[in-house]
T-cell receptor
Framework: QQQVKQSPQSLIVQKGGISIINCAYENTAFDYFPWYQQFPGKGPALLIA?????SEKKEGRFTISFNKSAKQFSLHIMDSQPGDSATYFC?????????????FGKGTKLSVKP | DAMVIQNPRYQVTQFGKPVTLSCSQT?????MYWYQQKSSQAPKLLFH???????NEADTPDNFQSRRPNTSFCFLDIRSPGLGDAAMYLC????????????FGPGTRLTVL
């Protein structure tokens, strides 16, 4: 119940294309769903996040779509650029005390070809 | 401005030789976390502190210990590193457990020879 399943494991997209990464969860107590971006040799950095009371959140070229009934959420990167090449982790978090710890998906390695 | 600082960035140790990794933060956050991240894997939570209250994840090996002498600093001690402990070790902070954002440091890459 504490797992977050992420797919695909790797993704190759042409410059200008749309990158889509999907995640699914089981625990309905999760109330916060962030996406982290990690470049090689660096720590993860928060990219964008959503709460279950909205179905979509957009920040620039990055959009999270959230489907509460299906317990799924996805990251869309529009007009993908070579500089977006990184590993992306979805995560989920419960509320209160140590329930606030993040549960990470296994990550998606994105390569954007010029 | 660096907010979560980890030293050293790269650490090489020998099998069985104790090693200490350090983390400091300028954010004055209450919560500090240590994660282990192996190649091509997700970060795995080892410990977390709320102020000086220590919380150990159930599956964290006894070989790993942690200290938080004050709000700003947190240390990860590996008493007898094995080859399987080679990984990136990430420190992160958040203002509260329920705060949305965890801020990660750049990590320390540990190599065990």
């Amino acid at each position: 119940q504490q797992q977050v399943k992420q797919s695909p494991q790797s993704l190759i997209v042409q410059k200008g294309g749309i990158s889509i990464i999907n995640c699914a969860y089981e625990n309905t107590a999760f109330d916060y769903f962030p996406w982290y971006q990690q470049f090689p040799g660096k720590g993860p950095a928060l990219l964008i996040a959503i709460r279950p009371d909205v179905s979509e959140k957009k920040e620039g070229r990055f959009t999270i779509s959230f489907n509460k009934s299906a317990k799924q959420f996805s990251l869309h990167i529009m007009d993908s650029q070579p500089g977006d090449s990184a590993t992306y982790f979805c995560a989920a978090r419960g509320y209160g005390g140590s329930q606030g710890n993040l549960i990470f998906g296994k990550g998606t390695k994105l390569s954007v070809k010029p | 401005d660096a907010m979560v600082i980890q030293n050293p960035r790269y650490q090489v140790t020998q099998f069985g030789k104790p090693v200490t990794l350090s983390c400091s933060q300028t954010l004055n956050h209450n919560v500090m976390y240590w994660y282990q991240q192996k190649s091509s894997q997700a970060p795995k939570l080892l410990f977390h502190y709320y102020d000086k209250d220590f919380n150990n994840e159930a599956d964290t090996p006894d070989n790993f210990q942690s200290r938080r002498p004050n709000t700003s600093f947190c240390f990860l001690d590996i008493r007898s590193p094995g080859l399987g402990d080679a990984a990136m070790y990430l420190c992160a902070t958040s203002r509260e457990y329920s705060t949305d954002t965890q801020y990660f440091g750049p990590g320390t890459r540990l190599t065990v020879l």
